[in-house]
């Protein structure tokens, strides 16, 4: 849900909800609840090319049989967004600074910092832009950093995503 707050600001509301199986060999892919996020953004466009955005949110993972838990996190973040326009696809860089209060195994708060940085690619098929009626291809690949913690562990590489998706508006 987004909601424009004059030229250069732009409000979002995000609500996920998502589901898994256990790990192993089950198939039932919707078996468990995995995962309630909600979350509030607001974007800046000082110009047209960069966003800055702020976020606050609550992610609540549901009970993992494995880690005998469940536990809550909140996080605030800061991101700046650089958009290329080509020809005929757009090229966006972005990073992101995330402040995770993660309920640790003792059931206390803990205070972790992740970095992320992602490279995206957005080609759309059958118009020079994204608007009503356009199928285009994306793909980004994303790289997450950790400042270490008891709930994330000493690593320092967290995890690396990358996707490559279709889309229709």
Do not use: C
């Not at 195994?105 to 910092?113: A, C, G, K, L, Q």
Request: glycine share 6%; no cysteine.
């Amino acid at each position: 849900f987004t909601e424009k707050l004059g030229k250069k600001f732009v409000l979002q509301n995000d609500i996920q909800y998502s589901r898994q199986s256990n790990i192993g060999n089950d198939l039932n892919l919707m078996r468990y609840n995995q995962q309630l996020t909600l979350r509030t953004w607001l974007h800046y466009y000082p110009i047209s090319k960069v966003r800055i955005s702020v976020f606050a949110g609550l992610w609540y993972n549901y009970f993992i049989p494995q880690l005998n838990r469940q536990f809550p996190e909140y996080r605030t973040a800061i991101q700046g967004t650089y958009y290329k326009v080509l020809p005929k696809s757009t090229l966006a860089y972005r990073f992101r600074v995330e402040n995770r209060n993660i309920k640790d195994i003792d059931m206390n708060f803990e205070n972790v910092f992740r970095f992320r940085t992602q490279l995206k690619y957005v080609k759309p098929l059958n118009n020079t832009e994204i608007k009503k009626g356009t199928h285009y291809l994306v793909g980004f690949d994303e790289v997450f950093i950790n400042s270490g913690s008891k709930v994330t562990g000493v690593h320092l590489f967290d995890q690396n995503r990358i996707y490559i998706g279709y889309g229709y508006v």
